[in-house]
């Protein structure tokens, strides 16, 4: 007998399924995504930065797999993965954990041996990035990195290129103690003199010396006070096309014998020329004068040797008179004394050094008044009183072109106001010094021109 359910019994069952659902099964959790590695890594030996097995170094060499260290490559979990080279040279890591993780590379020498570089993806040396160290079972060569599902791919490249530079003078002497950096890369290593050879110049680290990125490998320096560079060349069995930009000098490393070698820049420097201007100063005079004799001194330095100090005397653009004193060392004084007629002067003065550099030519105006005050007696009563070839009482009127400066009589000194024309009025015994009998006036002008008058007081 068949069951054969009605409508209503149907409406029944699908109310009893709605209210009463069969339990949830439980989904099985997708695969956690991973990613595979493959590393290359190489010899440099044709040092340019790149694999290129198909460019052959000076030496011969070709870029070769390095396969002589296993490789460490640490996962976003932590878990450590460690492989050797398979057989085709590369070390691959294959279902490693995505996200972020850190590939260790051992040295062959040691960190001080040689240099690792990540050139994945570089079209020149220019692009390559040198590889960090880090302690882990050793001294390691750091890369980080993040797998994704897609894979990934590094190309590491070797190189032990070191950089020597010799500095020598033109007679091909070393040259000590001079200040030079060696680079590579934007990187620049301040470089140490060897001790047991002096001239001789290379970059240090701890434990050996500083090892360079393929590429330009570069070098500049501040010559010695007094010196500069005549020429910059480099080489090792063979000599090297050297540029220079902005005092920086480099040569490609494509040029060394091969990528563990340590070519050599020669600098030599020579006498740098004198170009530095001498100093000149006027010592005297300190004024424009007027003075009735032009006494003058001119002091001079210079920062290697001087030839002569100059002071040229002009009237307007005529030369008068020229003195001048050869002078050696490093400093040196002018002195002259010049008579000239009154009238108004330029003094123009310099000095020059043994290269030939002569200081800015200064000018400085002067006045020579060499005329000496006149002294007239006045003849009015009220101003003078005479008796005969004596005076009950004098007068004087005193005039000079540049001015009276004072008057002296009997050595009792009198100031005056300094203009063209001045008075001595109502000289008598017991004024200004006056005494009965002889007197003696000296009348100045402000150039220290004099003129003595004698007369005799009743």
Do not use: C
């Amino acid at each position: 007998m068949r069951f054969t359910p009605t409508i209503g019994a149907a409406v029944g069952l699908a109310a009893l399924l709605v209210a009463a659902p069969l339990p949830a099964t439980a989904q099985p959790a997708p695969d956690a995504a991973t990613g595979d590695l493959t590393v290359t890594r190489f010899d440099d030996r044709y040092a340019d930065g790149l694999f290129d097995p198909s460019k052959t170094a000076p030496n011969g060499d070709i870029d070769s797999l390095n396969t002589s260290l296993a490789a460490q490559l640490i996962d976003v979990e932590g878990t450590r993965h460690y492989r050797s080279a398979d057989d085709d040279g590369l070390y691959r890591f294959a279902d490693i954990p995505a996200g972020p993780a850190t590939l260790y590379l051992g040295y062959p020498n040691g960190p001080a041996g040689e240099v690792l570089f990540d050139a994945t993806g570089a079209a020149s040396a220019a692009d390559i990035t040198r590889l960090a160290s880090a302690e882990y079972f050793g001294q390691q060569g750091v890369l980080e990195l993040v797998i994704d599902e897609d894979g990934e791919e590094r190309l590491i490249g070797m190189s032990a290129l070191r950089s020597v530079a010799n500095v020598v003078d033109t007679e091909g002497a070393p040259v000590s103690g001079v200040a030079l950096e060696l680079g590579s890369g934007e990187d620049w290593y301040p470089a140490t003199e060897y001790s047991f050879q002096p001239g001789t110049y290379e970059a240090f680290q701890a434990g050996g010396y500083i090892r360079h990125l393929p590429g330009e490998l570069s070098v500049r320096l501040t010559p010695p006070a007094g010196t500069r560079i005549a020429s910059v060349t480099a080489g090792d069995v063979n000599a090297f096309t050297v540029t220079e930009r902005d005092g920086v000098y480099s040569y490609s490393s494509s040029e060394v014998l091969n990528f563990f070698w340590n070519p050599a820049f020669t600098i030599t420097l020579e006498p740098a020329p004198d170009v530095a201007r001498p100093e000149a100063t006027l010592v005297t005079p300190t004024t424009k004068g007027p003075f009735s004799t032009l006494s003058l001194q001119v002091d001079a330095t210079d920062d290697t040797a001087l030839r002569r100090i100059v002071a040229n005397i002009y009237q307007g653009s005529t030369l008068v008179k020229s003195t001048q004193t050869a002078v050696s060392g490093a400093s040196g004084t002018h002195t002259a004394t010049v008579s000239l007629p009154d009238g108004t002067y330029l003094i123009r003065y310099n000095a020059q050094d043994a290269a030939g550099n002569v200081s800015q030519t200064r000018t400085v105006p002067v006045t020579i008044d060499a005329t000496a005050p006149t002294v007239t007696v006045k003849p009015e009563a009220r101003f003078t009183q005479a008796t005969g070839s004596t005076y009950d009482l004098v007068s004087v009127k005193l005039y000079d072109a540049g001015s009276i400066d004072r008057v002296v009589l009997n050595g009792v000194e009198k100031d005056l106001t300094d203009n063209k024309w001045s008075d001595v009025n109502f000289i008598e015994p017991g004024v200004f010094g006056a005494v009965v009998g002889a007197n003696a006036l000296v009348a100045y002008d402000v150039a220290g021109n004099a003129t003595t008058v004698e007369f005799t007081l009743n």
